[in-house]
């Protein structure tokens, strides 16, 4: 029975050293990783402006972005210029990528549409966006 108890010691003891090891490894396969995720965001990013190119045009009505997007994204807000009806269009696309566009009076493309890092998004309970001045914070 004594010996059963310094077994069962030594091995509590090799769990608890493995375990202070493990922990004080270096974070390099973690630092790939998030490499690797930025890396996968902006190649998106790539994919979503070649689709958009290819699609829209200055001039275009908004009506047909939103034919275009139709599935695509998870929110879609305006962010008001003024009394003009100027407005940006952003579509959420999801965690890291919204598509912005600037809309004039008729509701015309002014500009093509750019997919860009996702900010933060506030919205009034008109489901206007107030345009807030900070990105998302970076995803761990």
């Known amino acids: ?21 493990a922990m004080a490894q270096p974070e390099g396969p973690q630092d790939v990783s998030i490499r690797s995720e930025r890396d ?8 979503w ?3 958009l190119h290819e699609r829209v045009s200055i001039g275009d009505k908004l009506n047909n972005l939103d034919t275009i997007l139709a599935g695509k994204y998870q929110d879609r807000a305006a962010i008001h210029w003024g009394g003009t009806g100027r407005r940006d269009v ?13 809309v004039d009076g008729k509701d015309r493309l ?3 549409p750019v997919a ?10 008109d489901g206007s966006l107030f345009d807030l001045p900070i990105k998302a914070p970076d995803k761990p």
Do not use: N
Request: hydrophobic share 50%.
């Open 40 to 47: 996968s965001v902006t190649f998106v990013m790539a994919l």
């Open 90 to 102: 952003l579509y959420l696309i999801d965690d890291y990528i919204q598509i912005r566009v600037i």
């Open 49 to 51: 402006a070649e689709y």
């Open 110 to 112: 002014e500009r093509t």
């Open 1 to 21: 029975m004594h010996k059963v108890s310094i077994v069962a010691l030594a091995v509590g003891a090799c769990g608890f050293l493995c375990s202070v090891i």
């Open 116 to 125: 860009e890092h996702r900010r933060l998004w506030l919205k009034h309970p």
